[in-house]
């Protein structure tokens, strides 16, 4: 329980500081993917269900982007993230973040 509760602190925690910006940068959007790829495997490994890990991390990704149209590619990109059989956070990344 204590690892759960830690990694979901070190994720609010970096989503919080990128959601200070007024507009969605590219690099913005490219932190937020690493960001949702951290999530997602963390909780992975943790065990999480795939409708907690898309509720939880889909919040992150409402804070910190701040245009509708980025949201929507951040939640198709965190549900393709979800259904995939991969769980390495590198993987994650090198698949849905470059």
Known sequence: MKKT????ACISVAALAYANNVSDSAELVTQQCKISAEAVGTLKHLRYGNTAIR????MLIH??????ENREIANKTLNLMVDDK?????????KYCS
């Open 5 to 8: 509760l830690l990694a979901v």
């Open 55 to 58: 509720k939880d991390v889909g």
């Open 63 to 68: 804070q910190s982007l701040k245009t509708a």
């Open 86 to 94: 991969l769980s390495d956070v590198r993987s994650l990344e090198g």
